[in-house]
């Protein structure tokens, strides 16, 4: 008995091949993966890919929709019509992740609590291995801060832009430590959170906002900067994960914490 046959004796049915679709699919999206179809670039007519692949366009078609799921293409139909390749998005794993985080009725303040495991420890990693442009970068986000308070009356930024700077900080931090496998994973949480970031700051404007408090934050990006400069591993883990502790406080109010993940996809 073949591995195959084996496998499929103990979930007791037989393994499905996969569809010649799949087949076709499953060979363009190694050509995007490597590369060797670049974000932007136009596929093949389709008769050029029926007649490569050997198969009719109804077929073609089926592994072009399977493709446009993962959106990795983008099908415009028409006579101007064709495929274009897109670059993967971490937005579209947040809505997967996100999904199965409702399914088992995940709460906001447990998704958190998993990126202030995983953010600290990139934290570490970029104040060992940062560049002269990774600090460019960050002090760019914190002199964009300062510029939203001191425009603004009466000195709180808008929360869509504070949201936004904020968010791209923590993205920086993320894509920068070194660790694709972190950055990724520290990517999904971050972009789930910041829905409700988002919605947690417009909301609060109207009560306990005030220009003290994101003085406070941007004190706190500045810091951290600096021990990232210093190549302080030890210190910037600890700063950040204090930063977040703090963050959590204003962020998940009482009310909140048990607030479901599903709420956000709403």
Request: proline fraction near 5%; charged fraction near 25%.
């Amino acid at each position: 008995m073949t591995v195959a046959n084996q496998s499929a004796a103990v979930v007791g049915r037989p393994m499905r091949a996969p569809k010649t679709a799949e087949l076709i699919a499953t060979d363009l999206r190694r050509q995007i993966v490597r590369g060797e179809l670049p974000a932007g670039a136009t596929l093949p007519p389709e008769l050029q890919l029926m007649d490569q692949y050997g198969v009719s366009r109804p077929t073609l078609r089926e592994a072009f929709r399977i493709l446009e799921a993962e959106t990795l293409i983008s099908v415009r139909r028409g006579s101007r019509g064709g495929a274009q390749v897109m670059a993967p998005n971490v937005s579209v794993a947040a809505r997967y992740v996100g999904i199965l985080l409702q399914v088992q009725g995940t709460t906001i303040n447990d998704v958190y609590q998993a990126r202030m495991i995983s953010e600290p420890q990139c934290a570490r990693l970029l104040a060992l291995s940062h560049t002269d442009q990774d600090l460019e970068d960050l002090t760019q986000i914190v002199d964009a801060l300062k510029d939203e308070v001191a425009t603004r009356k009466p000195f709180v930024p808008d929360p869509d832009n504070w949201s936004a700077l904020t968010s791209r900080f923590h993205e920086l931090i993320l894509q920068r430590c070194g660790n694709n496998t972190l950055a990724i994973q520290g990517a999904v949480l971050q972009d789930i959170v910041a829905t409700h970031v988002r919605t947690r700051i417009a909301q609060s404007y109207t009560d306990d906002d005030t220009p003290e408090r994101f003085q406070r934050a941007i004190r706190s990006y500045e810091k951290f900067i600096r021990l990232i400069k210093s190549g302080d591993a030890t210190g910037a883990e600890k700063h950040w994960l204090s930063h977040m502790e703090g963050a959590a406080q204003y962020l998940l109010k009482d009310d909140l914490r048990t607030k479901p993940v599903v709420d956000l996809f709403s």
